[in-house]
């Protein structure tokens, strides 16, 4: 795990006394630090309720916020990221002390890399909630993935750049409990549970779930938040997507013409079927007599089959199977464009491109008829050397194709209710761990290759080149910070660091999440040290030359830029102008025959941009009304896919973006108005019958 082998992180190196640190002298200076006879109640975190060995009080005058520091949850260091001038703290020196220190966040990173870490086990249990062993399995065997471990643990400035209620944070909490907690054995993940059974629609209620199904919640969730947030990537990377994402290939062959047609598919997972008798004997090449075929075909699908053991597989068939060509006729007949006609082909699917974690899903459930049903036939993995090579596209480019496993999900019972366990392997010292909700045992890797696997991760090798540079780079990163030296560091980004320390291919250097193309430093980012370390010059060169870079190199002194400081300042006196110009023209009277239909995918975006959310705070492109048009070029308005503007609006947006086509919007339906009471029946004169 990267953590006690490389430390990327900053926050649990030593901490500079004021003698040592100059931000600490200058606040003293200008009188705005609390003095160091400041009480520190030794009471529980203003944030997470929860008591802590070491708590912090905020140093600045006038704030009063008392929280806990990274040995717990780490809401100091939130709080310094909320409140940017909040980054001096007052601590105990030590845990059995009564004198106080200055802690500094700003410097509290003397190297790239901190060997003297807290004990990083993993082996702690989780909590059973109520029917919570799916969520239980699924984050134990995420949580013993090296990468997706050390994002949480050493990545928190893109963590705590997603909302204070996304999942990613709660996760995030619960991944640095079972790794950095301070000696809990079980880990309770009340908040964790509490979101999933609020906000995940497949897994409300008190119900039994799919661990499968969750871990792809785990991984889309997290996917859209990270991508959503800035600082992020632009696209589709995250740190989610370079650790499991691939890409699969469809290639469809014409049987007349030979004519191929490819298409390709991001997979952030693969499941595969586990084959049947019939294909079992496609596979295995095995020949029989006709007069043989038919009870033998019977035999091998049948449940005696399951019991005699004729069925057991092995995930290397697996892979066969779901990469065997499927032949199209009949009514699945291909459309070849270059026959001009339906014909006969064949369909098969490869790896473009290999995931550095592969997830892996033997599919064991399913329905019998009107039934469910699981298949509980043996399926014999390895537990090293998976070389997956056999499996990729005659044109992929991925020469290493060698793969371990990490850990795997088991499913005890049957379709109607079970259990979940996890097998993990320790990425510190190699032990396989039982994770049965909050029991944790050691077991023997062979007690593992028995079980019955359901979800598989394997992690690629690295190639003996990064491995030979991943070693190279070991002395340098552990070289302490100062003396003339401090000049010749540059910054590197934390997640592409901790993606060069855990992955096979981490890509080339990307500094984008906290640098600009022109060299410098983004404006407006609320911590740089949570984003970035300082590496020697020497290592980032390294790194160059082996995976190439997106951005300039930032040196350690280097400022904001300010090139992009004013276009960030142009880009917001744009949105503050455009938001005034549509509240105006939307606050006029207007006749109601007079308006305009605009697509709402391009209004919600534009809406996106005038409020700098997240991947959309920058202009919209044109207007686009083609999604309003039918085939003949007609407008078809349905509800919900149109907004309605007045026309002076629709004049001034596309005055600014250009686009169309020019599209008239259907009146309102009048408003059905309700029928006027009936009067009241004249009363009868007093005496009259």
């Avoid at 709080?79 to 980054?87: D, G, K, M, V």
């Avoid at 850990?407 to 209710?417: A, E, N, R, T």
């Avoid at 404006?523 to 590496?535: K, Y």
Wanted: glycine share 8%; net charge negative.
């Amino acid at each position: 795990l990267c953590r006690p082998h490389c430390g990327i992180h900053t926050l649990s190196a030593p901490v500079p006394m004021a003698a040592d640190c100059s931000h600490i002298t200058e606040l003293l200076r200008k009188g705005v630090l609390k003095p160091l006879s400041s009480e520190i109640a030794t009471t529980a975190c203003d944030e997470c309720r929860r008591p802590c060995k070491r708590m912090v009080l905020c140093g600045m005058y006038g704030c009063g916020m008392l929280s806990c520091d990274t040995c717990c949850e780490g809401h100091f260091l939130a709080h310094t990221i909320e409140f940017p001038t909040h980054t001096v703290g007052i601590t105990h020196v030590d845990a059995s002390s009564t004198e106080h220190k200055y802690i500094c966040r700003d410097c509290a990173a003397p190297n790239a890399m901190d060997t003297a870490m807290p004990a990083l086990d993993g082996e702690r249990g989780l909590d059973n909630l109520f029917n919570t062993c799916y969520l239980n399995a699924s984050l134990q065997a995420l949580s013993h993935i090296p990468a997706f471990a050390a994002f949480f643990i050493d990545c928190r400035g893109h963590v705590l750049a997603t909302p204070a209620t996304s999942f990613t944070r709660k996760l995030s909490d619960v991944v640095n409990r079972l790794w950095t907690g301070s000696g809990d054995v079980i880990v309770t993940p009340n908040t964790l549970v509490s979101h999933v059974r609020a906000e995940g629609r497949l897994f409300a209620g008190y119900g039994q779930q799919d661990s499968q199904e969750f871990i792809r919640y785990v991984i889309d969730t997290v996917h859209e938040e990270l991508r959503a947030s800035p600082p992020g990537a632009p696209g589709d990377v995250t740190a989610m997507s370079a650790i499991f994402g691939g890409v699969l290939e469809s290639r469809v062959v014409c049987c007349k013409c030979s004519a191929a047609s490819c298409t390709e598919e991001k997979v952030l997972d693969v499941s595969v079927e586990l084959p049947d008798g019939p294909t079992l004997e496609r596979l295995r090449g095995i020949e029989v007599q006709k007069k043989r075929a038919s009870w033998l075909s019977w035999l091998t699908s049948s449940a005696m089959g399951d019991m005699l053991g004729l069925t057991d597989t092995t995930l290397g068939e697996c892979l066969q199977a779901f990469c065997l060509p499927e032949a199209l006729r009949g009514a699945e007949q291909y459309a070849c464009e270059r026959c001009c006609s339906k014909q006969d082909a064949t369909k098969s699917l490869a790896f473009k491109r290999l995931p550095d974690v592969l997830c892996l899903t033997l599919k064991r459930f399913g329905h019998n008829g009107h039934y469910g049903a699981k298949i509980s036939r043996q399926c014999a993995f390895p537990a090293r050397g998976l070389d997956l090579s056999a499996f990729t596209a005659p044109d992929a480019s991925d020469p290493d194709a060698i793969y371990d496993l990490v850990s795997l999900v088991s499913h005890i019972g049957s379709y109607g209710g079970g259990h979940y366990i996890t097998y993990a392997c320790s990425p510190l010292s190699g032990q396989w761990n039982m994770f049965d909700d909050s029991t944790v045992l050691p077991v023997s890797e062979d007690y593992v290759m028995q079980q019955q696997a359901y979800i598989l991760f394997y992690q690629r090798r690295r190639s003996p080149s990064l491995a030979r540079l991943h070693a190279a780079v070991q002395p340098q990163l552990r070289a302490p910070i100062g003396g003339p030296a401090q000049d010749l560091r540059v910054w590197v980004s934390r997640q592409w660091l901790s993606a060069f320390l855990n992955l096979a291919r981490p890509g080339p250097v990307d500094n984008r999440a906290f640098a600009c193309k022109h060299g410098g430093i983004l404006p407006r980012l609320p911590s740089l040290e949570q984003l970035a370390v300082l590496i020697p010059a020497e290592t980032y060169f390294l790194f160059v030359d082996q995976c190439g870079a997106t951005h300039p190199a930032v040196g350690a002194h280097m400022s904001i830029c300010w090139t992009c400081a004013r276009a960030e300042h142009e880009l917001h006196r744009r949105r503050m102008e455009e938001c005034a110009q549509v509240r105006a023209m939307l606050g006029t009277e207007t006749d109601a025959e007079d308006m305009l239909a605009i697509a709402t995918a391009w209004m919600e975006r534009w809406m996106a941009f005038v409020q700098g959310a997240g991947l959309f705070a920058t202009p919209p492109p044109e207007i686009d009304n083609k999604p309003l048009l039918g085939r003949s070029g007609e407008p078809v308005l349905r509800e919900r896919t149109f907004i309605r503007v007045p026309e002076p609006l629709w004049l001034y947006l596309h005055g600014k973006y250009g686009g169309g086509p020019r599209i008239e919007a259907p009146p309102l339906p009048p408003r059905p108005r309700s029928a006027p009471p009936p009067p009241p029946e004249d009363e009868p004169a007093r005496g009259s019958a």
